[in-house]
């Protein structure tokens, strides 16, 4: 496994928190974060974006994908998805979409050199059901019918929560017919089950094409999963995967065919209780079993992201100590079980 330090505190930013990945059809890494001015989730903040071009060796400078300013210094949760055509789609929140906050969208037709200027999308999230709304955070899919998919998650203005509030939460997804000109916000996946507080979440495709969210919980010690055909409605029971413990942390999954395999993948701490012990799992039966594991990090770690390419590499993007410092983790599925 390669280890790469390739983030820390600078003397612009303390932290570079929510860290989120994606592989290009150009084989372009793509990584980007809030740089955050300090540690609060409402900190004064600027979304960046580098790109790299030898598998993570070296990255560009930094690419500028949102300022905070003094009206709105929060930009957060940004969201890639790269499309069959490498266009690469890009969704982040200000203020979390309220105070004045929106939801805004980008496009790169280059590969992520340059892009598109911002789009607000806000009306499209169903605006008057919620208070915060924020993407992932981490990366989105394609299905297998073309539908651009982000997972989001919100706090409904009916659970009565004040305005700024980021719990009780629901998961939903954000999802694009039409390679990112309109949006849609798919059925509400509510707390259910005793998988309470369902909040941050990813997606991936399941060998049949079918849509799997694994999705953060609060206070249940464990990851929580659950699937639809098309990944926005008819979802299955959100239901807690007790062999995938986790201490209330962001997690991600990914998937990926690798020589004629299907492999789905989770990176979570794999603690009930710590952010620590980064753990990628890997499973080659749509997520029934675990069969093989790679600990990424044994020590501090936090939010993770994850990539895979079909050569079988694995990136794996996490925090640090809250993002004081960022780690690239580069090392080649396991032996699929056989």
Request: one cysteine or more; a negative charge.
């Amino acid at each position: 496994m390669k280890n790469t330090l390739v983030r820390q505190t600078d003397e612009t930013y303390s932290n570079y928190r929510i860290p989120g990945i994606v592989i290009t059809r150009k084989n372009t890494v793509l990584t980007y974060y809030e740089a955050r001015r300090t540690a609060s989730d409402w900190a004064h903040m600027d979304i960046l974006l580098y790109r790299s071009e030898d598998g993570g060796e070296t990255f560009s400078d930094a690419v500028v994908m949102a300022r905070g300013t003094d009206e709105f210094p929060t930009v957060n949760n940004p969201v890639c998805i790269v499309d069959e055509d490498n266009t690469i789609h890009f969704i982040y929140c200000r203020n979390y979409s309220i105070g004045g906050g929106d939801v805004f969208y980008r496009r790169s037709e280059d590969d992520g050199k340059t892009w598109s200027e911002p789009r607000n999308i806000m009306a499209m999230t169903r605006p008057e059901v919620h208070n915060v709304f924020a993407c992932g955070p981490g990366h989105g899919i394609r299905t297998k019918d073309g539908t651009l998919l982000v997972p989001v998650w919100m706090v409904k203005k009916d659970a009565g929560a004040p305005l700024f509030e980021h719990h009780p939460g629901t998961v939903s997804t954000l999802f694009s017919h039409d390679r990112g000109e309109t949006w849609q916000l798919g059925e509400e996946i509510p707390a259910q089950n005793g998988c309470n507080d369902p909040n941050e979440t990813q997606a991936a495709l399941l060998s049949d094409g079918r849509v799997y969210l694994n999705v953060r919980t609060t206070a249940t010690g464990y990851r929580a999963y659950t699937v639809s055909e098309n990944g926005y409605e008819d979802w299955l029971p959100l239901t807690l995967d007790r062999t995938l413990p986790d201490p209330t942390c962001f997690g991600s999954t990914a998937s990926a065919v690798v020589s004629g395999h299907h492999i789905l993948a989770v990176v979570n701490c794999a603690d009930d209780t710590e952010r620590r012990n980064l753990v990628c799992h890997f499973s080659y039966d749509d997520g029934k079993t675990w069969a093989d594991s790679v600990t990424v990090e044994p020590d501090d770690a936090g939010y993770a992201d994850i990539a895979m390419t079909e050569d079988g590499t694995v990136y794996v993007l996490y925090e640090q100590e809250a993002g004081i410092r960022d780690r690239l983790a580069v090392f080649p599925i396991p032996d699929m079980g056989k």
